[in-house]
């Protein structure tokens, strides 16, 4: 195997696919152009590629417009809202690593209401977890609405954050990942992002 027209040995030896040119005897894998888009996962699919219970994937609703990308993190079974997908596994790393940061913008619904005391508990944090911020937007004895920001893509965590104060997510909808908006699309439709869009985030 060649890397920059250099021979490699060693099977660890650290590349970047999108920049190094990599040659296994006379083959040379053709790069993939470079492709992320924005889609709008719906609920009651998963984010893998595929599912060994048969559940429906974000692949099997993408089809032929999934090849080749890669999810940028997760969205949970019952979570829906923006996924990106992406060829860049830098423009990946850069989004997930929570060193720097990308603020992760939900809708939030939770069953009963979320008091102030609640809310100073979920702002100092329990068990690991900490919202970046908590804002409610309507409050009732049946239902709180909140926006939730994050920086971290800890698994549920969200729903975890809410369950250590007693109350249970019914709705959650992801409307930003950095500054890249859902927008007005629909659940199952997704749109190609441009390079200068995902350089900002």
């Given at each position: 195997?060649?890397v920059?027209?250099?021979?490699?040995?060693?099977?660890?030896?650290?590349?970047?696919?999108e920049?190094?040119?990599?040659?296994?005897?006379?083959?040379?894998?053709q790069?993939?152009?470079w492709?992320t888009?924005?889609?709008?996962?719906?609920r009651?699919?998963?984010?893998?590629?595929?599912?060994?219970?048969?559940?429906?994937?974000v692949f099997?609703?993408?089809?032929d417009a999934?090849a080749?990308l890669?999810?940028?993190?997760r969205?949970d079974?019952a979570?829906?809202?923006?996924?990106?997908l992406?060829?860049?596994?830098?423009?990946a790393?850069?989004l997930?690593?929570?060193?720097?940061?990308?603020v992760?913008?939900?809708?939030?619904t939770?069953?009963?209401?979320?008091?102030?005391?609640?809310?100073?508990?979920?702002?100092a944090g329990?068990g690991?977890?900490?919202?970046?911020?908590?804002?409610?937007?309507?409050?009732?004895?049946?239902?709180?609405?909140?926006?939730?920001e994050l920086?971290e893509?800890?698994?549920?965590?969200?729903?975890?954050?809410f369950?250590?104060v007693?109350?249970e997510?019914?709705?959650?909808?992801?409307?930003?990942?950095?500054?890249i908006?859902?927008?007005l699309?629909?659940?199952?439709?997704?749109?190609?992002?441009?390079a200068?869009?995902?350089?900002?985030?």
């Amino acid at each position: 195997m060649t890397v920059n027209g250099r021979s490699v040995t060693n099977p660890l030896s650290a590349v970047v696919p999108e920049r190094d040119l990599i040659a296994v005897g006379n083959m040379r894998p053709q790069p993939r152009p470079w492709r992320t888009i924005a889609f709008h996962k719906p609920r009651g699919c998963v984010t893998t590629r595929r599912d060994p219970q048969g559940r429906t994937t974000v692949f099997d609703l993408l089809g032929d417009a999934g090849a080749g990308l890669v999810a940028v993190g997760r969205l949970d079974l019952a979570s829906s809202g923006l996924l990106l997908l992406t060829t860049d596994t830098q423009l990946a790393e850069r989004l997930t690593n929570p060193e720097n940061g990308v603020v992760r913008r939900y809708v939030v619904t939770v069953r009963g209401r979320v008091g102030d005391e609640d809310l100073e508990v979920l702002r100092a944090g329990v068990g690991g977890l900490q919202a970046a911020s908590l804002t409610v937007r309507k409050r009732s004895n049946r239902e709180t609405h909140l926006i939730v920001e994050l920086t971290e893509g800890k698994n549920r965590e969200i729903r975890r954050l809410f369950a250590a104060v007693g109350r249970e997510v019914t709705r959650l909808l992801r409307v930003a990942y950095g500054p890249i908006e859902l927008g007005l699309l629909q659940p199952g439709e997704w749109r190609e992002l441009s390079a200068a869009e995902c350089a900002r985030s």
